[in-house]
């Protein structure tokens, strides 16, 4: 667009009071912040992205499916509305007494972003679902968690383990009576927030081998969730050793949800939720639509 049409543009939103500027920029003003939600369902409904929630959540065997307009790998706006979106699941879902447990993440990171701070009435406890990964700090699980936990205004419980280490190490580990406590506290969780990740990205981002990494998208491996790798059909190919929720564990929580988007990641989404565990998806339209496609195809 064109520099006239755009000043025309924001100036018209200016007058109705929905933006307002400064020399550094613009910004939605609230009543605006308040009309672009209005509008998300109207947006959903003109491009078509209901009826794909639909398809996706039959197709998919789920619960529920939530799609936001927009493909993440193009538009770094749209993590942060997926965020928003799996922020407002959660806060349907919480009941007095609630145990969550998130994984760590750049797209769990933006769900802890979007939460509404509240004096929720619930006597809500928050918890890493696993250990580190050694991502940066701000992603970790734990931090993840306590951010949840004080803007619900919520108890939190941390795990400091690392993820993806050696068998002896997580038997050791699982003796000390503080870290046993902490992991019945995690597995008793009744909501799941977790990300979907690339295989082959997160072997690399583990410290794995260029061979290990290699043997793993050889053995058939496409996503990643909660320390399982998955090949297309859902079937484990790899299992790190790790404290935390277990694929086992699912079973046990009422709310399974599953945050990630982009067109990229359609592979690993469709590999994950195919173990038929998860109860809810929140994506975007890229790897909705990608992810109908390649079960159209039949790949």
Excluded: C
Aim: glycine share 10%; net charge negative; aromatic share 4%.
């Amino acid at each position: 667009m064109g520099e006239r049409v755009v000043r025309t543009e924001l100036d018209f939103l200016k007058d109705h009071g929905l933006l307002e500027g400064n020399p550094t920029g613009v910004r939605l003003t609230d009543e605006g912040e308040y009309l672009v939600h209005q509008l998300s369902d109207f947006i959903k409904h003109l491009r078509g992205i209901n009826d794909m929630e639909t398809w996706l959540k039959e197709r998919l065997g789920l619960r529920d499916v939530v799609v936001v307009p927009g493909n993440s790998d193009e538009e770094e706006m749209v993590k942060k509305e997926l965020g928003r979106a799996a922020a407002k699941y959660l806060l349907d879902v919480i009941r007095s007494g609630s145990v969550i447990a998130v994984t760590g993440g750049t797209t769990v990171g933006e769900v802890a972003n979007a939460v509404i701070s509240s004096n929720y009435p619930h006597n809500v406890l928050v918890v890493p679902a696993r250990g580190g990964l050694g991502e940066d700090v701000e992603i970790q699980a734990n931090t993840i968690a306590a951010k949840i936990a004080k803007k619900l205004m919520a108890s939190y419980r941390l795990l400091h383990v690392p993820d993806n280490i050696g068998e002896e190490a997580v038997r050791s580990l699982s003796r000390d009576p503080h870290i046993r406590e902490i992991t019945r506290t995690i597995k008793s969780a009744d909501i799941l927030i977790h990300g979907i990740g690339n295989a082959e990205e997160l072997s690399v981002s583990r410290g794995d081998s260029h061979e290990e990494t290699r043997q793993l998208i050889k053995a058939g491996a496409v996503g990643e969730a909660f320390g399982h790798y998955f090949a297309k059909d859902g079937t484990i190919v790899k299992t790190i050793h790790s404290l935390g929720i277990r694929l086992s564990d699912l079973k046990n929580i009422d709310h399974v949800i599953g945050v990630a988007g982009g067109k990229r990641k359609a592979g690993a989404i469709l590999a994950v939720v195919s173990n038929r565990h998860e109860t809810v998806l929140v994506t975007d339209e890229g790897a909705g639509r990608a992810i109908l496609e390649q079960m159209d195809s039949g790949h």
